[in-house]
């Protein structure tokens, strides 16, 4: 009997992060003054080892002793076949799930969490700010800064703050502080509360008030981290492709197709860019990021330089952009409700190498709803559409009559998201209408902006 669950073993866990600037091109961020931003320009932001993480270009960087000490409370995480939810579609694919809602906070979010206050510790900062969307971004924040002693400050997404209240006392019993953004703390959180007192908030807004919270400190003890987009961010969730091809080779087998969900990046990055590294070089394999139609940033947004947050506090990114002032519609997977997109992940969309799908939030959680009743686990609302994609993919197996074996990422578990498939379940979850003049006014935004060079890394 093929095996359910493949476990590697502890000491087998990775012991360096693969980081994908060594294979490929990338333009640089540029500050107000259009010019390339230097490292210590984003001093205050971050902390400078960090920062060196962001730029380097070493293909292999090792993870230091005290975060792999954390890491493995809850890695390796297994690796999954899925056969019963195989069975209920009817594919001869063979699908296989990276597991990260095995942590903690319950998402594959503190794979990054933990490194960064780590670094943030090592730096001699006491104070961390960040925004959360989902609310497991803060959650894993709260959780990694109680292991290292640093405080923690999260500004949480307003639509999900009323939407998860449990996600609030998580943090909190992690020793975290969460308060619901736009707030009236900061100047960015009154401008928006100005211009709309019912925003549903974004992650763009509640970047720029955790942004202003850290830099605006007098102390200097205070620094921001970000859960998603940038490069050390992909770096470190790489732990989680690095150990899915391990456990493949344990099984002999390799994946013809590799499936993500995409908010900024991070989780599809991490479990993805191992893979792309192969397809670099040689490599035939196909590989999805997946992202909600109704925020359809890499299907349907233009490549270009835009600020990761709202209030354009941070460099100019070369990403894929609906604009930094388009508060997406509020839908329940709140993790992927963000105007950008990692800059990696968006070059590698450029140039070919990954091929982007949307899908809706009602075929995203029928495929949720599908695997909870065939494999147990009930999904992230954000996971629902990286299985939405495997459904799909699933179907074209079955269509072909081939045997393709496809990995997916399970970024994280549902368990606090139920109000959502209560919502769900009782036939209220519509799907949203994406606009064609979102676009008209991104490009019109960007019309005055610096374009990125188109690049080819291969
Ligand atoms: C469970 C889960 N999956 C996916 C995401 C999307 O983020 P990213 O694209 O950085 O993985 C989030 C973000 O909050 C999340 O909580």
């Not at 490929?24 to 931003?37: A, F, T, Y």
């Not at 969900?261 to 196909?286: H, Q, R, T, W, Y």
């Not at 939030?361 to 495929?367: D, G, I, L, S």
Request: charged share 20%; aromatic share 8%; glycine share 8%.
């Amino acid at each position: 009997m093929a095996p359910k669950c493949i476990l590697l073993p502890r000491d087998e866990m990775p012991r360096q992060w693969y980081n994908v600037l060594a294979d490929i091109k990338l333009n640089p961020p540029l500050g107000p003054d259009g010019n390339p931003v230097s490292p210590d320009m984003l001093a205050p932001v971050f902390p400078m080892n960090l920062i060196e993480q962001e730029v380097s270009q070493e293909r292999w960087i090792d993870i230091p002793e005290p975060v792999l000490d954390v890491l493995s409370i809850w890695r390796p995480s297994p690796l999954i076949r899925a056969d019963r939810f195989e069975k209920a579609l009817g594919t001869p694919a063979k699908i296989y799930y990276k597991h990260e809602g095995v942590s903690p906070p319950g998402s594959h979010k503190p794979n990054t969490a933990v490194p960064q206050a780590y670094y943030n510790k090592e730096f001699g900062i006491e104070n961390m700010t960040t925004e959360t969307g989902a609310g497991q971004w803060g959650s894993a924040l709260s959780f990694a800064c109680s292991q290292f002693g640093l405080n923690c400050k999260v500004y949480m997404v307003r639509v999900s703050f009323d939407q998860k209240p449990y996600r609030k006392a998580m943090m909190e019993t992690w020793g975290g502080q969460c308060v619901a953004s736009p707030s009236e703390e900061t100047k960015a959180g009154r401008d928006a509360l100005a211009k709309d007192p019912n925003t549903p908030g974004s992650l763009g807004i509640a970047i720029s008030e955790a942004i202003e919270a850290a830099v605006s400190d007098e102390s200097g003890k205070t620094r921001y981290s970000l859960g998603s987009v940038l490069n050390h961010v992909m770096l470190h969730q790489t732990i989680i492709g690095l150990e899915a091809r391990q456990q493949f080779a344990m099984i002999d087998a390799y994946p013809d197709v590799v499936i993500g969900c995409a908010g900024g990046g991070s989780n599809f990055a991490g479990l993805a860019f191992p893979f792309v590294s192969d397809k670099i070089n040689g490599k035939e394999i196909a590989i999805y990021p997946v992202e909600p139609a109704a925020c359809p940033t890499m299907t349907r947004a233009p490549f270009v330089y835009d600020h990761g947050d709202t209030a354009g506090y941070t460099p100019l990114l070369p990403m894929h952009s609906l604009g930094h002032n388009f508060v997406p519609p509020p839908i329940h997977a709140g993790g992927l409700r963000y105007h950008g997109m990692a800059p990696t992940v968006s070059q590698l969309v450029d140039e070919g190498l990954l091929t982007p799908k949307a899908v809706t939030q009602t075929q995203a959680y029928k495929a949720g709803l599908l695997w909870a009743r065939t494999e147990g686990f009930i999904p992230a609302p954000e996971t629902t559409n990286a299985l939405a994609a495997v459904v799909e993919e699933a179907n074209r197996a079955k269509e072909e009559g081939k045997e393709k074996i496809i990995v997916a990422n399970f970024s994280g578990h549902g368990l606090l998201d139920l109000g959502a498939y209560e919502r769900f379940l009782s036939g209220e979850i519509n799907d949203v209408v994406f606009e064609d003049t979102i676009i008209e006014d991104a490009n019109a935004l960007f019309a005055e902006y610096p374009k990125p060079a188109s690049l080819k890394s291969v």
